[in-house]
């Protein structure tokens, strides 16, 4: 039993860490621009997708992912999939994001 709580509690100690990196968090700012010019914005209710990852020789890979819309899922997988990342970043970690979309 001790060791599934030590091996919970380096988990969560990763993640904790991993979701402070803001070269990672620039880096996705900069290259994420999904095309939301035919997304139909729900006015009365947040537009979000939820995802996390890890990233493996300069690749994301989803661990999992979930939103508000199936179409936004599917447009932040595509892009997340098919980005290629310029830093190295700690194999292993866990990085959460949420992408929150507005209409402007």
Known sequence: MKTVILILGMVLVNVSFAGTNPSLKN???EKIHPDLTEFDFDEYHENFVVVSFTITDFQIQILEIQGSNPQL????TNELV???MEKVYTEGDIYNYKFIFTKR
């Open 27 to 29: 880096e996705i700012i």
């Open 73 to 76: 899922i599917n447009m932040i």
């Open 82 to 84: 098919n980005l290629n």
